[in-house]
């Protein structure tokens, strides 16, 4: 066991820690929430599945994060993707929750307005977090069926 998860063990014992940790998401000032969505980066690597079954039993942990997608600076909402793309893995319930707080739309706004297949390193985390999303949950491929979601992916294909 590393460093980091006998850190992480000895600061998840007390699961309040996570919620103090959600309540900085809160918070506009640049500096704390980019650090707070990167110290919740650094738990899941350490301890996905206990990190993962705590922040389902906070009230609102999911919405705040998804929350964060909406962020203007770029560098707190490309975080973010990363952080939903640890939190989502192999969470079917978690899976659920963020698709259905619009994950499709926003992920999908983000592609466009990065220029969708020219859009680089952003753009595969966005589809990541989407494979993610759908990867043997068939609630949600079929969310994803019915709301016309295959069509907003075409713009994609298209070859100059």
Avoid: W
């Avoid at 699961?15 to 899941?44: C, G, K, M, T, W």
């Avoid at 926003?106 to 977090?129: A, M, Q």
């Amino acid at each position: 066991m590393n460093i980091g998860d006998q850190f992480t063990e000895m600061f998840i014992k007390d699961p309040h820690n996570i919620q103090l940790i959600l309540d900085l998401l809160d918070e506009y000032d640049f500096r704390v929430r980019l650090s707070a969505v990167q110290f919740l980066i650094s738990l899941l690597t350490n301890r996905t599945k206990d990190i993962q079954e705590i922040i389902l039993d906070k009230p609102m942990g999911v919405s705040k994060m998804m929350d964060l997608l909406g962020d203007t600076r770029e560098v707190i909402r490309n975080e973010t993707l990363l952080l939903l793309i640890k939190l989502t893995k192999g969470n079917a319930n978690i899976q659920k929750i963020v698709a259905f707080e619009n994950a499709f739309d926003r992920l999908f706004e983000i592609v466009s307005s990065e220029g969708y297949s020219d859009g680089g390193i952003i753009v595969e985390d966005c589809l990541l977090l989407m494979l993610n999303l759908l990867k043997n949950n068939s609630s949600n491929i079929n969310f994803f069926k019915e709301g016309s979601y295959i069509q907003k992916m075409l713009p994609m294909f298209n070859i100059p």
